[in-house]
């Protein structure tokens, strides 16, 4: 491995190291965000307003989780820019969000010896990404307890 590539797994690693902890914390504040209108949920079960609720708190957990994936790359922005990786602040959150939803963005590049932290950023968003979807479709299945029709041979059994 050449010593520029050193630099880069080592800050790659340990920028995935860090929003991976942070993907993690924001998760847990998202839970304790949801845990009242959930209780609300249980509470008004096979009511119209329960199916709102639901829908509202599953669109209100997507938009945590945007917000949260927006923050993540503005770590990772920064140390594009702290590194001198890319040319402007405004670059840099754009080629880190292309890179983390792995989009990629033509005509942007890093650096030469920055290269390598793109397709790190881009392993980092899959994982995150991944541990997204996971979470939201937990939420989706405890929504579904909350509010589905009580009684064998109902949809959704």
Same mark, same amino acid.
């Given at each position: 491995?050449?010593?520029?590539?050193?630099?880069?797994?080592?800050?790659?690693?340990?920028?995935?190291?860090?929003?991976?902890?942070?993907?993690?914390?924001?998760?847990?504040?998202?839970?304790?965000?949801?845990?009242?209108?959930?209780?609300?949920?249980?509470?008004?079960? =096979?009511? #119209?307003? $329960?199916?709102? *609720?639901?829908? /509202?708190?599953?669109?209100?957990?997507?938009?945590?989780? @945007? +917000?949260?994936h927006g923050?993540?790359?503005?770590?990772?922005?920064?140390?594009?820019?702290?590194?001198?990786a890319i040319?402007?602040?405004?670059?840099?959150?754009?080629?880190?969000?292309?890179?983390?939803?792995?989009?990629?963005?033509?005509?942007?590049?890093?650096?030469?010896?920055?290269?390598?932290? =793109?397709? #790190?950023? $881009?392993?980092? *968003?899959?994982? /995150?990404?991944?541990?997204?979807?996971?979470?939201?479709? @937990? +939420?989706l299945e405890?929504?579904?307890?909350?509010?589905?029709?009580?009684?064998?041979?109902?949809?959704?059994?």
């Amino acid at each position: 491995m050449t010593p520029a590539w050193v630099s880069d797994w080592t800050w790659g690693l340990l920028l995935i190291a860090m929003t991976l902890v942070l993907h993690a914390v924001g998760l847990v504040l998202i839970i304790l965000a949801l845990s009242k209108p959930m209780a609300l949920i249980r509470s008004r079960r =096979g009511k #119209l307003s $329960s199916i709102t *609720g639901a829908a /509202l708190l599953i669109g209100a957990a997507g938009w945590m989780l @945007a +917000v949260l994936h927006g923050l993540e790359a503005v770590v990772w922005a920064a140390a594009y820019a702290l590194l001198g990786a890319i040319d402007s602040p405004r670059d840099a959150i754009l080629y880190s969000l292309d890179s983390m939803t792995t989009r990629g963005s033509p005509g942007m590049t890093l650096q030469p010896q920055w290269q390598l932290m =793109g397709a #790190l950023e $881009s392993a980092d *968003g899959m994982l /995150l990404f991944g541990i997204s979807t996971a979470f939201l479709f @937990a +939420v989706l299945e405890r929504v579904w307890s909350l509010v589905r029709p009580e009684g064998p041979g109902k949809l959704g059994e």
